[in-house]
């Protein structure tokens, strides 16, 4: 049975005392700064590929005006040229462009020592308003030259891909993953959980099956190599070129285990269809297979098998085989979502030649990923998970009077229609009645027996005749409980408060009739 951590306890620290100047200071740092550090690195990158080919010109002015646009394809904003536009861009120098963002969203954070879900919006304002900025500027400035890029494009764009990045790395800091986790009950959240590893299963599958396409073609991956040109600088170019779309042709193998595939220009590739036709000249395309196999369809086989593995792995979740299938919907939509938005990613329009377009299918994709995940998944997790006991009819149902039932208490596998009741119920320890057994005759308690605390303060009388100690021994028990006479505890209650004034330094004073009292 699932059950909710509620023993996790939360580390709060007291941020640090800053000014509103200073704060404005270090977000302006922290913003200007990922800017600065993301665009000199495409520059870097440039400056690297220009310096090894071999007819190209090295200039430093040259390389930080082809930065510009290259910059804005980092943030996967597309480019236009007079030929057509260039859409599909690599998702490697945008997957790096993120990260660096995130590390520095994360280290203003813990720099301003921001620990609340709301002090998050300042740093992710901040980044994704200068990533905005600069990058609507860069698109105005390029106007209609070789290179161009709509400004509202350009603007929102970055500013989408900067502030996602943010809100990524200050996510943990500043609680917003535990504020998201704690809205969610245990099912919903283990669904997630499982959609997200059903989601990286397939696209490793994905990989693999890339990875399997370019060790079967590797000899024309090399003559590929060879063909582009016998320079440093242009075999460097063309695997970087290769590296770059790595992510694109992995979730393009990933479509394609899952059965929805992909095309580039004329050409189509599913494990169902296959439309043969020509394709750039690029070494990582050699991983395309070249015509239909008859064993292709065997591929969709992985795609079932992490459906199963997710109903695996949902099928202890709650003893109710209603809440295991949500936690396999919940999973289900979770896959599908990822899928869209990685096919989204990864096509897009390639100039106006004969490539154009590469297609991702990303609404197919997401269906074909909800139903792998959600038509196996539920089966394993329905029939593979424990049973709720079995219910009597009504009619044959004995209703007892209300009240508690001491049985329930003592059943481990009481149900309740909300499943946090029924995980607090079961986190209940039973304990035997008789372990708080009390008694109700508080006399033969040695704690509440008054007449015990007064032979325990009496001395003890040494016996030296043995005809006495044998009378005492034949006495019955009853006397030993006889409370003793009233003026024996008056001279008992005389000599204890003689005694307490002794101890204190007091005099005994004397009353009217003469007698020492206190």
């Known amino acids: 049975m699932l059950q909710r951590d509620v023993t996790r306890e939360v580390a709060t620290v007291r941020p640090p005392e800053f000014s509103r100047s200073e704060r404005m200071r270090v977000l302006v740092a922290a913003a200007v700064g990922s800017v600065v550090v993301g665009y000199a690195a495409v520059a870097a990158l440039l400056a690297l590929i220009s310096a090894t080919a071999t007819y190209a010109e090295f200039s430093t002015a040259g390389v930080l005006s082809a930065a510009a646009p290259a910059w804005l394809a980092a943030h996967h904003v597309p480019l236009r040229f007079d030929a057509?536009?260039?859409g599909v861009l690599p998702l490697l120098p945008t997957a790096l462009l993120m990260l660096l963002i995130g590390r520095t969203a994360a280290g203003t954070?813990?720099?301003?020592?921001?620990y609340e879900p709301l002090q998050a919006r300042g740093v992710v304002l901040s980044i994704s308003g200068a990533h905005a900025v600069v990058g609507g500027t860069i698109a105005l400035l390029m106007g209609e030259g070789v290179v161009r890029a709509t400004p509202a494009v350009a603007f929102f764009g970055c500013a989408a891909v900067s502030g996602l990045a943010a809100t990524i790395g200050v996510a943990r800091r500043c609680g917003l993953v535990e504020m998201v986790f704690d809205k969610l009950d245990p099912v919903a959240l283990h669904g997630i959980r499982a959609g997200f590893m059903a989601l990286f299963a397939l696209v490793s599958v994905g990989s693999l099956a890339v990875a399997a396409g370019l060790a079967a073609s590797w000899p024309r991956t090399s003559e590929l190599f060879a063909g582009a040109g016998p320079s440093l600088g242009v075999g460097l170019g063309v695997f970087?070129?290769?590296?770059?779309y790595l992510p694109n042709a992995i979730i393009a193998g990933f479509s394609y285990v899952a059965g929805a595939g992909f095309s580039l220009g004329g050409v189509e590739v599913t494990p169902m269809r296959f439309v043969g036709g020509p394709v750039p000249p690029v070494p990582l395309l050699a991983a395309?297979?070249?015509n239909q196999f008859v064993w292709s369809p065997?591929?969709?086989?992985g795609a079932a098998l992490i459906g199963v593995l997710v109903g695996w792995t949902c099928r202890k979740v709650s003893d109710r085989p209603s809440s295991r299938f949500r936690a396999v919907l919940v999973a289900a939509i979770t896959a599908a979502v990822g899928s869209l938005v990685l096919a989204a990613t990864a096509g897009g329009r390639l100039a106006s030649g004969a490539f154009d377009p590469v297609t991702v299918p990303a609404g197919l994709l997401a269906l074909l990923v909800a139903l792998w995940v959600l038509v196996p998944g539920a089966l394993v997790a329905w029939l593979a998970g424990s049973r709720d006991k079995a219910v009597a009819e009504a009619g044959d149902a004995e209703f007892a009077e209300a009240g508690f039932d001491d049985d329930a208490a003592a059943d481990s596998d009481v149900v309740f229609e909300d499943d946090e009741l029924t995980d607090q119920f079961e986190q209940l320890e039973v304990v035997d009645e008789d372990e708080f057994a009390v008694d109700d005759d508080l006399e033969d308690d040695d704690y509440y027996d008054e007449d015990e605390y007064y032979e325990e303060e009496e001395p003890e009388d040494v016996v030296d005749d043995e005809e006495d100690a044998d009378e005492e021994d034949l006495q019955p028990e009853e006397e030993d409980d006889a409370e003793p006479p009233a003026e024996e505890d008056a001279a008992e209650d005389d000599d204890f408060d003689a005694e307490f004034d002794e101890m204190l330094g007091m005099e005994p004073e004397e009353d009217l009739?003469?007698?020492?009292e206190r």
């Open 84 to 86: 057509g536009q260039l």
């Open 109 to 114: 954070a813990d720099r301003l020592g921001l």
């Open 240 to 244: 970087l070129l290769c590296v770059g």
């Open 288 to 290: 395309m297979p070249e």
């Open 298 to 301: 065997v591929v969709l086989v």
């Open 513 to 516: 009739d003469g007698k020492p």
